[in-house]
């Protein structure tokens, strides 16, 4: 779990390593492919995102949008 106490600094959120390391490892204890619904929040749909998701082929990425 992630906190943020509003020291100078802190991260406010999860990061692209963050998510990677969640998703890998609730794919490994799950042991099956991942639907993920997302908004289109920026951090959600950058370049780093978007091979985030390429490289995990069990994982599915849906949007409101489609």
Not at 12 to 31: I, M, P, T, Y
């Amino acid at each position: 779990m992630l906190v943020h106490h509003g020291r100078k600094g802190e991260k406010k959120g999860f990061r692209e390593k963050d998510f990677a390391s969640l998703l890998n490892v609730a794919h490994q204890q799950l042991g099956g492919n991942i639907v993920l619904v997302w908004d289109n929040y920026n951090h959600h749909v950058d370049a780093a995102m978007r091979e985030l998701i390429r490289k995990r082929p069990w994982l599915t990425v849906c949007s409101p949008e489609g």
